[in-house]
């Protein structure tokens, strides 16, 4: 629940970061991030093979661990389009 920080949200484009200037997303050419937040994609996997565990992936785990859906034994179906 990183979203809901007690600092505030950035938006992703156009919003304002905290350090006054203007974020520009997708099309920015660097970017600052806590080390918590940071994860090394293996160089045998693929960008493109890496992008839907970081987005749906993440999308899906979060609201698993939450709601206390990964203990041992249990099962999960994810299904998606």
Known sequence: E???CQKGFVGTYNGK???GSITKGGYSTHVVVDQDFVLN????????????LL???????????KFEL???GMKVGVVGL
Do not use: F, H
């Not at 045998?44 to 839907?52: M, N, R, V, Y």
């Open 2 to 4: 990183e979203q809901y």
């Open 17 to 19: 970061d905290r350090d």
């Open 41 to 52: 994609v293996p160089q045998k996997l693929s960008l493109d093979a890496a992008a839907p």
């Open 55 to 65: 987005c749906a992936g993440i999308t899906v785990y979060s609201p698993i661990r």
């Open 70 to 72: 990964d203990k041992p």
